[in-house]
C-alpha cells in the first residue's frame, strides 16, 4: 500500500491514498472479515490485476479466494467480488448480470438473495477507442434489483466498496481507470476497518448559492475545478457527488435545487436515456421544479462512438470549458 | 549488388515439413512441400515488413505518440504470411485485436496502418479506429472484445455460402479467447492462434484441455507449427480446400509465440521467463527459419536478402514518417460515420448548445 504520511497534528493523522489503494483495502478488509467473501476475475490473482486493483490478495489470501478466470466466468453463492476488467467486457456476461444477478431475488419472492459485486472501470479512459470507452451507468441503473454505485475519490472507493461486499443484493460498482493513481486525503475515520458508507446517499463536496452541480465519478472532479474558476467571477457552485446511481439521492438534489433555483448535472457518458436525463425526469417530477429559474442543462459526452486520435477524443468528452459554458448559459450570465 | 546472375539460384526447393496432428481427419497435409524463388523472396519481405512495423509501433508507444491499446504480432508473422498465402484477397478473414500484420497482408499498406496507430488523417480509418479498429476489403478488422470476432466470422461465412462464391471465412481468435468459441456447422475455417499465453495466463492455467484443434468437438481439426510459414501455408491449403469442397469447417491450431508481451503494458516476464522467449528467438524465429531454408538450398544470397531488409527499414521510417507528420482528424470529422448511407444528422455534443453534424 502506498501512502505518504502528513504531519502529525495533536491527535490527527492525514495521509494521502491512491483510489486504487484505497479499492485494496476495501477488498482487503472485507476479505479478513468474512471468509465468504472471495474475488474473481481475469488477472486478478497471480498478475495482481490488470490494473493491480487486487496487489497483493492473492499472495495473502491464496487460490480459495482470489480466483483467475477466464474471461467470462462468474459464479453466484458465497460472496463473490467479480472483476471486470472494464465494464465493456461485462456485456459478455451482461445477461447472468441483468437475468440471474437483478431479478432472482424478485422472482423467488425474496427467497433467494443474490450478494455479488461487480465491479471494475467504467467510462472513457486515454485513446482506448470505441470499443473500450463506454460508459455503463445508465444502462445498469435502469434495472429493478440492482444497486449502482459510482465513486469518486478514494474515500468513497474504500467506503462504498464496503457497503458494496456487504451488502446482500446484486451491486454493480463502477470505477474509473484514470481515477486509479490519484491521491486523495484520507481521514483516520476512513481508514478503519469498519469505515462504511451509505449506498444511496449523495455528498455535497462543496456548498454554493447560485447553481447545483450534479455529477459522478471523474467528472466531480471536473465540477469542482469548474467552481473554482467560477468562484473568482463571484458565481458560487454547489457540488454535488451522487455516489450512488441507484438508488439515487433524489432528497440532497432537490434541497440543493430549492436553494439554487439550477441544476447543471455532468457526466461522461452518452446523453441519450442517461443519468442527466433521468435527474431532470426525477426533478420535475418532484417539489423542486417550481424552483427552477430556467431548464435543467445536461452537459454529457458527445453523442458517438469513443473515437482514437487525441484531438477528436479530447472533443468527445465534457471539458471543464464545456462545464462554466454551461453553467453561465444556465445562469444566463 | 550481387554478382550473380538469376540463373545461379535454385528455382524451387523441395522442404519436408512437420506432420500436423489431426482430429477427425483421415487425410492430413501433405508433408513435402514446394517453395519457389519467387515465393520464398515474397514471403521473406512481408514476414520481415511486420517485424519491423512492429517493432517501430513499440517505439512509437514508448515515445508516446501512440497511444491506448497496442497489441504486438513480433513473433507470429509466420501465422499471417501463411494463412494469406493459402487463400486470396476475394476470400473473407477476421481477428482480435492483434491485428496490424493481418490489416498488411490483407491489403493494407505500412504507412497507413502506421498514420492510424498515430491517430493522424491519413489512418486507415483516418484516426478514428486505432490500433484494434482497423479494415480492408473482405478484412472485419480488428475486434477488442475477445471472442467477439468468432459469431461475426460465422456470419460472414453464412453469407458467402447464401451467395455461393465459393469463397471462405478464417476467422481466428487465441488460446485466451478459445474457452468463449462456439461450435458453428458453416464453411469456414476456424483458426486458434495458440501463442501460450492469454494475457498473463499460461494456457495450462486457462484450459482443461489444452488440444485447442480438437475443441471443435464435431469439427475435425488440425494442429500447425505455427512458427513455420510452410507448415502454415500447407495446412491452410488442406484447409481451404477441404472447405471449399463443402466437407464443411475445419479447426485450425496454429503453435506460435509472441514476443512481446500482450500488449504494450504488459512487460510480459511476470508469467513467462527471459530465457524462453530468447529461446524461442533463437531456436524458431519464422523470419531466420525461412532465410536458412533458402539460403542453405541456393535459393537466394545473404546479399539480395540484406537488400530487402534494407528496402524494408527504408518503407518503415517513410511510413513512421508519415505517421508522426500528418496531421490530426480534423473536427468536422467527429461525428460523421455514425451511420452508413443516410441523410445528415445533428448530433448532440457536450451541452443543449452544441449541435454538431454528422454525415455518412
Known amino acids: 500500500m502506498s501512502f505518504l504520511r502528513g504531519s502529525f497534528i495533536d491527535a490527527l493523522v492525514v495521509l494521502q491514498m491512491m483510489v486504487r489503494d484505497a479499492l485494496n483495502q476495501a477488498m482487503d478488509e472485507e476479505l479478513e472479515r468474512d471468509e465468504r467473501v472471495f474475488l474473481l476475475g481475469e488477472e486478478v490473482a497471480q498478475y495482481d490485476g490488470a490494473y493491480k486493483v487486487s496487489r497483493g490478495l492473492w499472495k495473502k489470501y491464496g487460490d480459495q479466494r482470489i480466483i483467475d478466470t477466464p474471461i467470462s466466468e462468474v459464479r453466484a453463492g458465497l460472496r463473490p467480488i467479480c472483476e471486470f476488467m472494464t465494464f465493456n467486457f461485462s456485456m459478455q456476461a451482461i445477461d447472468q448480470v441483468i437475468n440471474s444477478a437483478a431479478k432472482t431475488c424478485y422472482m423467488s419472492a425474496g427467497f433467494q438473495a443474490v450478494p455479488i459485486v461487480f465491479r471494475g472501470p467504467n467510462g472513457s479512459s ?208 | 549488388m550481387s554478382a550473380r546472375t538469376y540463373a545461379d539460384f535454385t528455382p524451387e526447393a523441395t522442404f519436408e515439413i512437420k506432420k500436423c496432428d489431426t482430429f477427425k481427419l483421415d487425410e492430413a497435409p501433405a508433408t513435402q512441400v514446394v517453395l519457389t524463388r519467387d515465393e520464398g523472396l515474397e514471403y521473406y519481405r512481408i514476414m520481415q515488413t511486420i517485424r519491423r512495423m512492429e517493432l517501430k509501433a513499440d517505439q512509437l508507444y514508448k515515445q508516446k505518440i501512440i497511444r491506448g491499446f497496442c497489441h504486438l504480432y513480433d513473433g507470429q508473422e509466420a501465422c499471417a504470411v501463411g494463412i494469406e498465402a493459402s487463400i486470396n484477397l476475394s476470400d473473407h478473414l477476421i481477428t482480435a485485436y492483434r491485428a496490424h500484420g493481418y490489416t498488411l497482408t490483407r491489403g493494407g499498406t505500412v504507412k497507413e496502418i502506421m498514420a492510424e496507430l498515430t491517430g493522424r ?68 475455417n476456424f483458426i486458434c492462434e495458440n501463442n501460450r499465453y492469454g494475457m498473463g495466463t499460461s494456457v495450462e492455467r486457462a484450459a482443461a484441455s489444452t488440444d485447442y484443434f480438437r475443441r471443435g468437438e464435431f469439427i475435425p481439426g488440425l494442429r500447425v507449427d505455427g512458427m ?133
Not at chain 2, 125 to 150: D, L
Not at chain 2, 257 to 282: A, L
Request: hydrophobic fraction near 40%.
Open chain 1, 126 to 333: 486515454a485513446g482506448v477507442a470505441a470499443q473500450h470507452s463506454q460508459c455503463f451507468a445508465a444502462w445498469y441503473a435502469h434495472c429493478p434489483g440492482l444497486k449502482v454505485v459510482s465513486p469518486w475519490n478514494s474515500e468513497d472507493a474504500k467506503g462504498l466498496l464496503k457497503a458494496a461486499i456487504r451488502d446482500d443484493n446484486p451491486v454493480v460498482f463502477m470505477e474509473n481507470e484514470l481515477m486509479y493513481g490519484v491521491p486523495f486525503e484520507m481521514s483516520e475515520e476512513a481508514l478503519s476497518k469498519d469505515f462504511v458508507l451509505p449506498i444511496g446517499k449523495a455528498k455535497i463536496e462543496r456548498p454554493g448559492n447560485h447553481v447545483t452541480l450534479v455529477s459522478h465519478s471523474r467528472c466531480v472532479g471536473h465540477c469542482l475545478d469548474a467552481a473554482a474558476v467560477l468562484a473568482k467571477e463571484g458565481i458560487e457552485c454547489e457540488v454535488i457527488n451522487l455516489r450512488s446511481i441507484r438508488p439515487m439521492d433524489t432528497d440532497a438534489i432537490e434541497a440543493s435545487v430549492m436553494k439554487t433555483n439550477h441544476l447543471v448535472t455532468v457526466e461522461g457518458g452518452w446523453p441519450q436515456f442517461g443519468v442527466g436525463a433521468e435527474i431532470c425526469a426525477k426533478i420535475m417530477e418532484g417539489p423542486a421544479f417550481n424552483y427552477l429559474d430556467a431548464p435543467v442543462t445536461r452537459v454529457t459526452g458527445v453523442d458517438i462512438p469513443m473515437p482514437y486520435a487525441k484531438i477528436l477524443e479530447d472533443n468527445s468528452v465534457p471539458q471543464i470549458k464545456d462545464i462554466i459554458f454551461s453553467i453561465k448559459k444556465t445562469l444566463n450570465v
Open chain 2, 121 to 188: 488523417r491519413g489512418g486507415i480509418a483516418k484516426g478514428k479506429g486505432g490500433s484494434m479498429h482497423m479494415y480492408t476489403k473482405h478484412f472485419y478488422g480488428g475486434n477488442g472484445i475477445v471472442g467477439a470476432q468468432v459469431p461475426l466470422g460465422a456470419g460472414v461465412a453464412l453469407a458467402c455460402k447464401y451467395q455461393g462464391n465459393n469463397q471462405l471465412c478464417v476467422c481466428l481468435y487465441g488460446d485466451g479467447a478459445a474457452n468463449q468459441v462456439c461450435s458453428l456447422e458453416t464453411s469456414f
Open chain 2, 228 to 360: 513455420d510459414l510452410l507448415c502454415v501455408r500447407e495446412a491452410t491449403r488442406f484447409a481451404a480446400d477441404h472447405c471449399r469442397s463443402g466437407k464443411g469447417p475445419i479447426l485450425m491450431e496454429l503453435q506460435t509465440y509472441r514476443y512481446h508481451g500482450h500488449s504494450m503494458s504488459d512487460p510480459g516476464v511476470s508469467y513467462r521467463t527471459r530465457e524462453e522467449i530468447q529461446e524461442v528467438r533463437s531456436k524458431s524465429d519464422p523470419i531466420s527459419m525461412l532465410k536458412d531454408r533458402m539460403l542453405s538450398n541456393n535459393m537466394a544470397s545473404i546479399e539480395e536478402l540484406k537488400e530487402i531488409d534494407v528496402e524494408v527499414r527504408k518503407e518503415i521510417e517513410d511510413a513512421a514518417l508519415f505517421a508522426t507528420t500528418d496531421p490530426e482528424p480534423p473536427l468536422e470529422e467527429l461525428c460523421n460515420h455514425i451511420y452508413y448511407n443516410d441523410a445528415a444528422v445533428e448530433v448532440r455534443g457536450t451541452n443543449p448548445w452544441a449541435k454538431l453534424k454528422s454525415v455518412s
